[in-house]
C-alpha cells in the first residue's frame, strides 16, 4: 500500500528522527517522548520517524490509544493490521493467508472483551515479527494506559513482548500528560518501570515559521513578515498547529496582515472558551489549589494555606485530608504533575495562563 503523500504545510524533521534511530541502535530498546498536546507528536511519528526508519530497512507499526480510548487492544490490533497490509507485497502467500484469518479472531475477541484478553495484543504484534529485519514500534498516547487499573495487565504484557525481543523490536512512546508517563516509566511498581528512556521532543524553531511563511507566499502570492509570525508561534507556547491553522484560515479568509489575522482567528477559534467550560467544571477548593500552585506563596500542605482555603470557601476546618484528595483528584483529570518534593506543574501551559489571567 503507497504511503499517503504529507502535507505541503508538513514541516520535515529528518535529522530529529535520524537522531531518535542511532539512539535506538546504539542500544536503547525504547524511548518516551513528552510534549503537550498539539506540539506534533503524531505527524513526526508518521511523516518523519516511520518513513525514515522503513528506509534503514525496518518494518514499522504505529498505534494510537485514542483510536478507541475505551478499547486499548483493539487499538493495537488496527494498528498491526495496517502494518500489515502496507508491507503485504512483501508477505509470503502462506502468511498473508494466516494474518488475515488471525486478525479477524483477535478483533472479535477485543471487540466482546478487551480487558480479558491482553495475550490478544502479543499475539497480534507476534505477526510483525519478520525472520529478518527489524520492527518499529510506535505507540501514540501512551500514558491513556496509566487512567485505569484495568489496563495494568496490558502494559505488563507489552513489556514482556518487548524483553522477549529486544534483539529484533525496537519502540518510540509519545505521551501528552507527563504526570501519566511517570506513573507508566517511573512508577517502581509500575510494570514499565525504566522500560523506555525519556528524551526531549524540541520545539520547532525560526527555521520551521521561515518554512510556514515561504509555503503561504508560493499559495497565495503574498508576503508575511517571519518576525511577527514566530512572534505569534512563541506567544502560543511553539504549537505548531495554531500557527498553520491560523496562516490556513488567513489564506481562506483573504486576509494577508497578521494582526487582522490573528483577530479574526481568536474569535472564530477562542482557547478560553475551552479553558472556561473546564474551569467551571473544577469543585471550588480545586480551583482555589490550582491559583495556589502559580502563585506559592506558601507550601500546600501548611496550616496557613488550610486556613486561607478555609477562609476563601467559607469553611470552618479544611484539614490536610482535603488538599490531598482536591490534587488527587486535578491529576486524575490531568491537569497537575507531581514535579517531586511538594512541587507541582500544570499540564497545560495554556491553561496555566487562563487560570493566571483569573487570579489576577
Known sequence: MAM????????????LAQAYLQQLEAGLNSIAIFAERRKGKTEFLTEDLQ????????????????????????????????????????LLRKWKKEFTIKLGVFQAKSTASA?????????????????????????????HLATDPGYEELIATLRTFLDSNKKKVRAVFTGSS?????????????????????????????????????????????NLPAERAFE???????????????????????????????????????????????????????????KLVILPSRPLYHIDTYQLIGDKLGIERVSRGVVQSS?????????????????WTFESMDFKRFVSSDSD
Open 4 to 15: 499517503n503523500r504529507p502535507s505541503r504545510w508538513h514541516f520535515p524533521r529528518t535529522d
Open 178 to 222: 507527563q504526570d501519566r508517563l511517570n506513573k507508566i516509566f517511573r512508577n517502581q511498581r509500575a510494570a514499565f518501570y525504566r522500560g523506555a528512556s525519556l528524551v526531549n521532543f524540541p520545539d520547532m524553531g525560526e527555521d520551521f515559521i521561515r518554512f510556514l511563511v515561504n509555503n503561504f507566499t508560493q499559495l497565495t502570492t503574498r
Open 51 to 90: 518513513p525514515c526508519a522503513r528506509a534503514r530497512g525496518l518494518r514499522t507499526a504505529y498505534i494510537n490509544f485514542w483510536e478507541r480510548k475505551s478499547d486499548p487492544v483493539y487499538c493495537i490490533t488496527q494498528g498491526v493490521r495496517r502494518a500489515l497490509e502496507a508491507d503485504s507485497p512483501r
Open 327 to 343: 490534587v488527587r483528584r486535578l491529576r486524575e483529570q490531568g491537569i497537575l504533575n507531581n514535579e517531586g518534593r511538594g512541587q
Open 232 to 290: 505569534i508561534f512563541a506567544a502560543h507556547h511553539h504549537s505548531p498547529f495554531v500557527i498553520v491553522d491560523l496562516l490556513q484560515t488567513m489564506m481562506g479568509e483573504g486576509i494577508y496582515d497578521f494582526d487582522e489575522g490573528l483577530s479574526f482567528y481568536l474569535q472564530v477559534n477562542n482557547p478560553n472558551e475551552q479553558w472556561q467550560e473546564l474551569w467551571e467544571s473544577l469543585k471550588p477548593v480545586d480551583q482555589l489549589v490550582l
Open 115 to 143: 480487558e480479558q484478553h491482553p495475550e490478544i495484543a502479543s499475539e497480534a504484534l507476534d505477526l510483525l515479527i519478520a525472520p529478518k529485519g527489524g520492527l518499529l514500534l510506535m505507540f501514540d498516547e501512551i500514558q
